[in-house]
Each structure stands twice: as C-alpha cells, then as structure tokens.
C-alpha cells in the first residue's frame, strides 16, 4: 500500500475512532411499559434527539421502572443510575411536589404552551437539586378515578380505601371521606385483586397498560386536575454537551410533545372504551357544575399549602398560568 493510501486509510480511521469516543448515551428511564402510547413517544424523542445531534447522542430508554422506583427518581439521576427520569412528587422539590399535580380544569388546548411555561417556572428549583426539565409529560386529559363498583358519589367515599399517587390526591381522598393508600403503579394490579384497595387514582394510560379493567372495571370521569410528570435530566451531565447538543435535546422534547398529544388523546379514548367493554363496566362523569364546586372547595384548601411550598409570588404566578387555561 502506498503511503498517500495508508494515510489517507489511517486518516479515515481516525476520523471514526473519534466520532465514536465523542458519541454519547444517554439513559433515558420510564416507568411507562412498551404497550403505552407514551413509550412511542419516547421512541419518537430518541429518534429526534439522534437526528438533531447528527448522531453525536443516542437515547437508551429503559421502560417499566427497571432503573429505579417510583419515587426515586431525584436520587437515580444524582447517583448516576439515570440521565433522564420522571419525577414525582419530591420533598426536594417543594414547589413542583405541589403544582404538577394540582386541582383545575384545564383547556388543553395550548396544552404544549401552558407546560413549557410552567417548565420553565419550575426550572431554578430544580436546577437547586442539580436537575434541568428536558420533557413535559402531560396526563391532564386522563388523571382519573377507578372502582371495584358503582359509587353513588366521588365526593362521598364513605371509608373506602383508594389508591393515591401524591399529597394533593390523599388530601382530596381524605376530604371525601376516603383513605388514601399509596401503591407504586406495577403493583396496583395484584394490590386491587387482594382487595388491598377498594378504588385507584390512576391515569388511563396507566391503568390500561397494566390491564386494571379486570379488577377495577368502573370509571369515574371528572377532569379535576392539571397533571405534569416531568422529565428531568443531570444538570452537570446536560452543562457537559455542546451547545448544539443542549439544543437538540430541548428541541427533540418540544418536538415530541406536541407529536405525541393528538396520538395520545385519540389512544385514550379508546382504551376508556375497550376497558369499559372487557371489565364489563361502566364510565360515568360528572357535571361541570360538580366538577366546578369540587374543584374551588380542594384548591381553598390546597393554597396554603403551595404557598409554603413555592413562595407567594410563585405560587401566585403558577396560579395564574392555571388560570389563563381554565376549561
């Protein structure tokens, strides 16, 4: 071989060796399982995130909680178990453990606007604990009730025991009379089917993909809740990219929302329907004017608690956001 051939061999392969030492993998961890809607989002995030960075990223998405638990999202990411994970509701995080989950209703239809908004509100408490939201995983449209049975009243639990997935649920649960259990998504099933829980709040993505409607065949449709779990990412991990890079990851998840919300939405109307059909139940909901007296009555209750979390003037201006989006 020549020496203008092997160099221009070695050259080449040097040019490789290099491209593949600078490629990185990010861990992506979901406790969505791969027959939820939301895990071709996560598809379609990678897919983004890869032809953004021309390569240079690849997501590696990890469904079912098979990284870490339900609520140990904070510490997989500090620890290094994760490079993105959903949060849930952290003491670390005050303000967030408050307001992503919280009593309204609300038009979703700047749903994409009204998240990145209180993303960004969100940011600097995160960014404390050493986080950065880098997707928004909006649950608005179906954050609702399940039963083993007809309930004559939502507002009148009457002792029951229903599963609850943060504070603000345990305290709504509690002001109607219920008692809250709190029950990681995965085992929902086998806790149902042992009469551990009499009901479960649960989003119906959530609820189909594990196939509750055998056990927990009655819906009840309220739309009480403005639901965000975001997806945060190591904010020393996300400072060590490019800046195109920074970029590509927080375009890729723009761009996944607003692709995943009319599937998602279409793929919940649906699963209502086949888990009505095969639990041989039923779906009711209630009156805007229920639903309007539900909601004033827990978020009076719900305002000290988030301004001790967030401060005044932020949970004023989250307030506000909410309000700019009422239904």
């Not at 909680?65 to 997989?76: E, N, Q």
């Not at 095969?278 to 305002?303: C, F, H, L, P, Y």
Request: aromatic share 10%; charged share 20%; proline share 4%.
């Amino acid at each position: 071989m020549s020496s203008p051939t092997k160099l221009l061999v070695f050259s080449l392969a040097g040019a490789l060796l290099a491209s593949t030492a600078l490629a990185e993998t990010i861990r992506l961890s979901t406790y969505v399982n791969e027959t939820d809607i939301r895990y071709q989002g996560f598809v379609k995030f990678a897919e983004l995130v890869d032809e953004k960075s021309e390569g240079r990223i690849t997501v590696d998405i990890f469904p079912s909680s098979t990284l870490h638990g339900w609520s140990d999202g904070v510490d997989a990411i500090q620890g290094g178990v994760a490079d993105i994970s959903w949060i849930s509701a952290d003491t670390r995080l005050p303000c967030y453990r408050v307001t992503s989950l919280y009593p309204a209703a609300i038009d979703l239809e700047d749903q994409i606007g009204l998240d990145a908004a209180y993303a960004e509100m969100i940011a600097p408490e995160a960014a404390e604990v050493g986080l950065i939201p880098i997707i928004n995983s909006n649950y608005s449209y179906d954050q609702e009730w399940w039963f083993q049975g007809p309930v004559d009243s939502l507002s009148n639990l009457d002792g029951m025991l229903v599963r609850s997935i943060g504070p603000l649920v345990s305290m709504m649960i509690e002001t109607w009379g219920g008692q809250p259990v709190f029950i990681a998504p995965g085992e929902v099933f086998q806790s149902a089917e042992r009469g551990v829980v009499n009901g479960i709040n649960m989003g119906v993505a959530t609820y189909s993909s594990w196939q509750l409607w055998n056990v927990m065949p009655y819906m009840v449709n309220a739309s009480l809740f403005y639901g965000n779990i975001q997806y945060m990412m190591n904010l020393d991990r996300f400072n060590s990219l490019s800046e195109e890079d920074q970029t590509a990851l927080l375009e890729a998840g723009a761009e996944t929302e607003a692709w995943l919300q009319p599937l998602y939405e279409d793929w919940i109307d649906g699963q209502v329907g086949n888990a009505v059909m095969k639990g041989g139940g039923a779906a009711v909901s209630i009156s805007a004017d229920e639903r309007n007296a539900m909601i004033s009555d827990i978020a009076a209750q719900w305002t000290e608690e988030v301004d001790a979390a967030c401060g005044p003037d932020l949970a004023n201006q989250i307030r506000a956001l909410f309000a700019q989006h009422k239904l």
